[in-house]
């Protein structure tokens, strides 16, 4: 494996609730965790939702020693850019990493 290929800081995220500066609740994204990831996009398409055309971006990310907390219901964040994580896929002969099937909606 070329730990030099895992060069993106990429933070994972859980949909929850918080409290606002006044006390009430909020919807949002929470941190889980962050680690150095491998991101290759895949492809591109274009679709139609809603009345508009928005692109579709499909990438993968290999992350190394992924906690078993990273699931579907997540996502991943990057320099701004928001991956949907679609997939986990487990590497069940060593352990080393998980590859996540990703979405980018733009």
């Given at each position: 494996?070329?730990?030099?290929?895992?060069n993106?800081?990429v933070?994972?995220?859980?949909?929850?609730?918080?409290?606002?500066?006044?006390?009430?609740?909020?919807?949002?994204w929470?941190?889980?965790?962050?680690?150095?990831?491998?991101i290759?996009?895949?492809n591109?398409?274009?679709?139609?939702?809603?009345?508009a055309?928005?692109?579709?971006?499909?990438?993968?990310?290999?992350v190394?020693?992924c906690p078993?907390?990273?699931?579907s219901?997540?996502?991943?964040?990057y320099?701004g850019?928001?991956?949907?994580i679609?997939a986990?896929?487990?590497?069940?002969?060593?352990?080393?990493?998980v590859?996540?099937?990703?979405?980018?909606?733009?």
């Amino acid at each position: 494996m070329d730990i030099g290929a895992f060069n993106a800081l990429v933070s994972f995220q859980q949909p929850g609730t918080t409290q606002d500066e006044h006390g009430q609740t909020t919807t949002g994204w929470t941190e889980v965790c962050r680690r150095w990831t491998n991101i290759r996009n895949q492809n591109g398409a274009e679709a139609i939702r809603g009345g508009a055309t928005t692109s579709l971006v499909q990438a993968s990310l290999r992350v190394l020693n992924c906690p078993q907390t990273i699931n579907s219901g997540m996502r991943a964040v990057y320099r701004g850019r928001v991956y949907k994580i679609l997939a986990v896929l487990p590497d069940e002969a060593e352990q080393a990493h998980v590859d996540l099937v990703c979405e980018v909606v733009t």
